[in-house]
């Protein structure tokens, strides 16, 4: 009967070590993932597009994001420039928000129509390939 007690308790301490540890690697993924570098760095100037999307984005920018994440840098939020994240992931976060954490609020269809999300993330990409690090500007230059 010890023994059966023993192997109980030692799955329990187990599975307990495993939450931690998944409870550890969620706060390293978050920390990271709200760290902005660009935070303080002076803004290259406006963004010139012609694209028709790109401006319909900026203008959902304007009305849904720019609060928390002004111009797409650090805010509130975290930067959004330097997060190098693929565009199915960034309308994963826009969809589901990071509710459970309370740190982002969710955008359903309602809110952000699919047309109107498109358009956000291609101004979001042209933002990132114009703000990149000044020191690269002036290289390319």
């Known amino acids: 009967m010890r023994t ?21 690697i969620g706060l390293g993924a978050i920390v990271v993932g709200c760290h902005s570098a660009r935070r303080g ?3 290259v100037g406006p963004l010139s597009s012609n694209d028709p999307a790109v401006q319909h984005g900026k203008i959902v920018f304007a009305k849904r994001c720019n609060s928390c994440h002004p111009g797409g840098e650090g805010g509130l939020g975290p ?11 960034m309308k994963l976060q826009v969809r589901t928000g990071l509710v459970g954490l309370k740190i982002m609020p969710s955008f ?3 809110q ?12 979001i990409k042209a933002q990132r390939k114009h703000h990149q690090p000044m020191e690269q500007a002036a290289f390319h230059q």
Not at 112 to 123: A, F, G, N, R, V
């Open 108 to 110: 359903d269809k309602h």
């Open 4 to 24: 059966g007690m023993s192997n109980w308790a030692s799955n329990i301490k187990a599975r307990h070590m495993v939450y931690a540890l998944a409870a550890l």
């Open 41 to 43: 760095e002076p803004i």
């Open 79 to 89: 930067g959004l420039n330097d997060k190098p994240l693929p565009v199915f992931a």
């Open 112 to 123: 952000i129509p699919s047309e109107d999300l498109d358009d956000l993330m291609k101004y």
